[in-house]
C-alpha cells in the first residue's frame, strides 16, 4: 500500500522567499510521484509529476521537485515566492496509476 | 488539452433528497474515472473508481448503495447521492484517466459542493 505525509499543514514565506513544501512517501513498489496545487473552492492542477528517469522534475509556474529514494522523500520547492502561490498544495503517490494517495496538504501563504 | 468539467459546480438540497452531480471528459476519452470527496481543509479520499461499462469498484467503507455510480460512455460519469443527509456534505472532484494515454496521470475536474441541510 502507499501513503503520503505532508509535513507541515501551513507554511507562510515572504514575497521572494524560496518556498520548500515537504512530502515523504511510502510504497511498497516503485512510486509514481505527483504535487498538485488547489486554490480555494477548486479542482486540483497538476503542478509536475515524477515516473522514472531524472529525479529532479521541473513543473509549472517556477516549481520543481526531486525524486529521493534513500530519504523517500518528494519535497517541493521554488526559488522565489510569489503573491499568487498562496493556495493549498498536495502530495500524491501511486502505484498503477489507479490507487493514487493523497497527503493532508500543505497551506502555502505568502506574505508581502 | 484533457478537460475535465463537472456539474453543478454547487448544489443545496434538502435532507432526504438524490442529487446528481455530472464528471465529464470534453476534449478526450475516459476510460477510467474516480471519485474523491473532500471535507474543508483535509485531503482528498477516493470513493471510487468507475470504468466505461461496468460496475464501479468502491472503497472500503464506501456505501456503493447510497453513492450510485453511473459511467455509461467515454466521455461521461455520474455520481448520485441518494437519501442525502447533512454529513454528506463535502466538495466532490471526479478524475479522468485518457484512455491510451499514460495510465498514471489523472486530470481532475474543478469539483462540486453539495450542501444538505
Known amino acids: 500500500a502507499q501513503s503520503v505525509t505532508q509535513l507541515g499543514s501551513h507554511v507562510s514565506v515572504s514575497e521572494g522567499a524560496l518556498v520548500l513544501l515537504r512530502c515523504n512517501y511510502s510504497s511498497s513498489v516503485p512510486p509514481y510521484l505527483f504535487w498538485y496545487v488547489q486554490y480555494p473552492n477548486q479542482g486540483l492542477q497538476l503542478l509536475l509529476k515524477?515516473?522514472?528517469?531524472?529525479?529532479l522534475v521541473k513543473g509549472i509556474n517556477g516549481f520543481e521537485a526531486e525524486f529521493k529514494k534513500s530519504e523517500t522523500s518528494f519535497h517541493l520547492t521554488k526559488p522565489s515566492a510569489h503573491m499568487s502561490d498562496a493556495a493549498e498544495y498536495f502530495c500524491a503517490v501511486s502505484a498503477n496509476g489507479n490507487d493514487m494517495r493523497f497527503g493532508a496538504g500543505t497551506r502555502l501563504t505568502v506574505k508581502p | 488539452g484533457a478537460v475535465v468539467s463537472q456539474h453543478p459546480s454547487w448544489v443545496i438540497c434538502k435532507s432526504g433528497t438524490s442529487v446528481k452531480i455530472e464528471c465529464r471528459s470534453l476534449d478526450f476519452q475516459a476510460t477510467t474515472m474516480f471519485w474523491y470527496r473532500q471535507f474543508p481543509k483535509q485531503s482528498l479520499m477516493l470513493m471510487a473508481t468507475s470504468n466505461e461499462g461496468s460496475k464501479a469498484t468502491y472503497e472500503q467503507g464506501v456505501e456503493k448503495d447510497k453513492f450510485l455510480i453511473n459511467h455509461a460512455s467515454l466521455t461521461l460519469s455520474t455520481l448520485t447521492v441518494t437519501s442525502a443527509h447533512p454529513e454528506d456534505s463535502s466538495f466532490y472532484i471526479c478524475?479522468?484517466?485518457?484512455?491510451?494515454?499514460?495510465?498514471?496521470?489523472?486530470?481532475f475536474g474543478p469539483g462540486t459542493r453539495l450542501t444538505v441541510l
Open positions: 478524475s479522468a484517466r485518457m484512455t491510451g494515454g499514460s495510465y498514471n496521470e489523472q486530470f
Open positions: 515524477y515516473t522514472t528517469g531524472a529525479t
